[in-house]
């Protein structure tokens, strides 16, 4: 059993900041990608930034310049400092981990519950 546990989430106004957080538990045997991902009312889940292997970091276009993610490999959390909010970025963030369990099973993809981010004008 693997869990994802969030947290960090908030009301904030504009031009304020948050850090988000998630970390892995349970059978963790490698840890392949760490994502954060999106969802706002009424729309399609959305990419916001991840670690792709190699240590690489991408990020949502809309998001470069204010938000990094970073990971403390040996607490298997991943973080998202975001920084100059706008009321855009309201929307539930959740992590996305692919991960193994074993050695010699193929990777999966888990979720966390998510984390309510509310920007006010």
């Known amino acids: 059993q693997v869990q994802l546990v969030e947290s960090g989430g908030g009301l904030v106004q504009a031009g304020g900041s948050l850090r988000l957080s998630c970390t892995a538990s349970g059978s963790i045997f490698e840890i392949n990608a760490m994502y954060w991902f999106r969802q706002a009312p009424g729309k399609q889940r959305e990419l916001v930034a991840g670690f792709i292997g190699g240590g690489r970091t991408n990020y949502a276009d809309s998001v470069k310049g204010r938000f990094t993610i970073s990971r403390d490999n040996a607490k298997n959390t991943v973080y998202l400092q975001m920084n100059s909010l706008n009321p855009e970025d309201t929307a539930v963030y959740y992590c996305?981990?692919?991960?193994?369990?074993?050695?010699?099973?193929?990777?999966?993809?888990?979720w966390g519950q998510g984390t309510q981010v509310t920007v006010s004008s």
């Open positions: 996305n981990v692919n991960l193994r369990t074993g050695r010699g099973r193929q990777p999966s993809n888990y």
